[in-house]
């Protein structure tokens, strides 16, 4: 018999029936089968594509941009500030004339009364009859210039049972409020201190013309165990009073009239 060799249509080339299986020809997109037809063609595809990309992107981006060109906001107008309120005036500084001004005190021994002064003092004071709140009045005492007597009392009197004068050399008085009390007269609230105690007093000025200056005038009562003075067996007050009354007599230059 003559042997005959039949050809399969679906056989790659080349390839008998008893060989391999055929592989499936592979079929090219249609984007390439159209840039394969025809170059401009490609091209204008290409622009497309280039213009879809762009386009998403400015889409994506329009948030920022608008952001980023958006005009500045104004900030908001600062709130006015209220109008300061008037300050008093500085009340006009006074100097204190010593040669015309004393300080006396008096105390009582057994009952008797005992005088006595300072021969040395000074005053820092500020005020204005028309403002008397706004005025401030600072008064300083050398303790060791206390005369009382004769001179062996007033020897002793700076020893520590009294004023203890190398210890605490000067009594202070400062204010801390004044106030009117009538025509010509005033209230001052301040410190006092002696011999390291400070304890608050009140007290009562009158203050009146005299030639070109002003005359301050005034009294108090202190005690005087309330400051540690008169200590030892001088503590008992049947011996020596515990209250002291102290007057004062300045002379003023400066103040207004």
């Keep these: 018999m003559t042997r005959h060799e039949t050809r399969h249509p679906t056989r ?31 091209r204008a595809a290409a622009l497309a594509l280039g213009a879809l990309v ?90 060791a210039s206390a005369e009382i007597g004769d001179a062996g009392t007033t020897a002793e009197l700076k020893k520590p049972d009294w004023f203890d004068t190398a210890r605490f050399p000067r009594a202070t008085f400062t204010s801390t409020a004044i106030k009117a009390a009538g025509p010509g007269r005033y209230e001052v609230a301040g410190k006092l201190a002696i011999k390291g105690q400070v304890r608050d007093i009140v007290v009562p000025v009158a203050l009146a013309r005299s030639g070109a200056n002003q005359l301050a005038t005034g009294s108090f009562t202190l005690k005087r165990l309330a400051f540690d003075i008169g200590a030892g067996e001088w503590a008992d007050p049947s011996m020596v009073a515990d209250e002291v009354q102290v007057d004062f007599r300045l002379t003023l230059t400066g103040l207004p009239g």
Excluded: C, N, Y
């Design 12 to 42: 790659g080339i080349g390839h008998s029936s008893a060989g391999l299986s055929a592989r499936p020809a592979a079929h090219p997109s249609a984007l390439a089968q159209t840039l394969a037809a025809s170059p401009r063609a490609g």
């Design 54 to 143: 762009m386009a998403t992107a400015w889409v994506i981006a329009a948030p920022a941009r608008a952001q980023a060109t958006a005009p500045a906001t104004a900030p908001a107008p600062a709130a006015a500030k209220p109008p300061a309120k008037p300050t008093a005036a500085a009340a006009p500084a006074a100097r204190l004339v010593p040669a015309s001004s004393q300080v006396r005190f008096v105390t009582r021994q057994m009952g008797v009364p005992v005088e006595g002064h300072f021969k040395r003092f000074d005053a820092q004071i500020a005020f204005d009859p028309r403002q008397p709140q706004a005025g401030k009045v600072s008064f300083s005492v050398d303790l």
